[in-house]
C-alpha cells in the first residue's frame, strides 16, 4: 500500500471531517485507517514534510500524528503548524509510547491537543477524535458568530482583517491570485439626514443583501469594512474577473431601486474600487491602498462608478 495522500481517499462525501494520519510506518497508517476509514476522510504522510505539504493544499480538521519521526519530529511539526496563520486552529493528536511524565509534558508543551498510547485502541481513538473535532466545531460556531455584522448579517471588519492576512500569504506562495473591491454608498449621509436612520439602516442591509448574492463562488465573501462601507474578497481572480463581479454589484445596487431623492441618480447606488494583490509587496495594507485610491477615482468621476487604477 502507498501511503500519500490520495492512496486512503474514497469515495466518501466531502463534508466529512478530514484526518490527517502521519506515522513513518505505513503499517501503523494503515491500523489507523482500518480503525477511523467509513466515517472520516482520512488522509496519510509518512514524513512531517509530506504532511506539512498535503495541509498547504487540503487542510485537514485533525491531525493523528506520531511524535518519533527521523528528520522532523511531530514535536517539531506541531510547532510549525502552530506559527503558521492558516494551519495555527488544526488540532494534533500525537501518538506515542512514552510514560515519563516529562515526554507527556512535551506533548503540551508543542501545541498539542490530545495525545493517545500506543498501542491504540480502537474506542479510545474513535472517542479522543471524536471529542476534538466536537470541540473544534464549537469554537468555528463561536467565531463565526463573533466574525458576523449584527446589522447587515455579512462578514464583519474583524473577520476581513483575520482572512486578507492569510489570503495574501497564499498569493505570495503562488497559490493564486486576490482581488478586492472596496464599495462606498453614495450620498449616504444625505440618505440618512432625509430619510432617518431606520431607513438608512435598511438600506445598508438592502444593498449588503445585493453585494452578497452577487457572489457566486464559496471563497468568495462581504464583510462591512465601516458605516456605508463594505470590502468583498475574490481570491484566484485577476483584474479582469473582478471588474465583472464589480459591474454586476454595482448593476444589482441599482436595480433595487432604493430612492435617494438627494443623490444625482435619484436612486441608491455605490462606487467601487478594485485592486489586484501583487505577491512579494508589502502586505494587505498595500492592497487596501491601492481599493481606496481606485474607490477615490470612481468617486471623483461622478460615483456610481467602478473604477481599476493599475499604479503597476
Known amino acids: 500500500m502507498q501511503t500519500n495522500q490520495k492512496s486512503l481517499e474514497t469515495s466518501l462525501p466531502d463534508k466529512l471531517p478530514t484526518i490527517l494520519v502521519i506515522d513513518d510506518q505505513p503499517t501503523n497508517i494503515q ?6 476509514s467509513g466515517h472520516y476522510r482520512v488522509l496519510a504522510a509518512t514524513s512531517a514534510a509530506l504532511a506539512l505539504e498535503i495541509c498547504q493544499q487540503c487542510q485537514p480538521d485533525l491531525i493523528i500524528s506520531d511524535v518519533v519521526m527521523p528528520q522532523m519530529t511531530g514535536l517539531q511539526l506541531c510547532q510549525l503548524l502552530a506559527e503558521n496563520q492558516e494551519t495555527k486552529d488544526i488540532p494534533v493528536i500525537f501518538m506515542t509510547s512514552f510514560s515519563k511524565p516529562e515526554e507527556e509534558n512535551a506533548c503540551w508543551q508543542s501545541g498539542g491537543a490530545d495525545f493517545i498510547t500506543k498501542p491504540v485502541q480502537p474506542m479510545t481513538l474513535k472517542n479522543r477524535v471524536n471529542a476534538q ?3 473544534k466545531a464549537q469554537k468555528e460556531f463561536l467565531a463565526q458568530l463573533a466574525f458576523v455584522d449584527g446589522l447587515t448579517a455579512v462578514y464583519n471588519r474583524r473577520y476581513f482583517d483575520l482572512h486578507i492576512v492569510k489570503l495574501t500569504a497564499r498569493a505570495d506562495r503562488g497559490q493564486g491570485g486576490l482581488s478586492i473591491l472596496l464599495i ?4 449616504f449621509k444625505l ?5 432617518g436612520h431606520l431607513a438608512g439602516d435598511s438600506a445598508l442591509c438592502q444593498v449588503a443583501s445585493g453585494i452578497k448574492a452577487t457572489l457566486l463562488r464559496p471563497l468568495d465573501f462581504v464583510s462591512r469594512y465601516g458605516g456605508e462601507e463594505f470590502v468583498v474578497v475574490l481570491p484566484e481572480t485577476d483584474a479582469e474577473g473582478a471588474l465583472q463581479v464589480a459591474a454586476r454589484i454595482q448593476k444589482n445596487v441599482a436595480d433595487r431601486q432604493i430612492p435617494h431623492k438627494n443623490s444625482t441618480h435619484k436612486v441608491v447606488t455605490v462606487s467601487i474600487g478594485v485592486a489586484c494583490y501583487q505577491a512579494g509587496t508589502a502586505g494587505y495594507q ?9 474607490l477615490y477615482a470612481a468617486k471623483k468621476s461622478g460615483r456610481n462608478k467602478v473604477s481599476y487604477c493599475n499604479e503597476d
Open 184 to 187: 462606498d454608498i453614495d450620498f
Open 31 to 36: 491500523s489507523i485507517n482500518a480503525i477511523l
Open 286 to 294: 498595500t492592497l487596501i491602498e491601492k481599493a481606496d485610491k481606485s
Open 133 to 135: 473535532l466536537k470541540f
Open 191 to 195: 440618505f440618512n439626514d432625509n430619510y
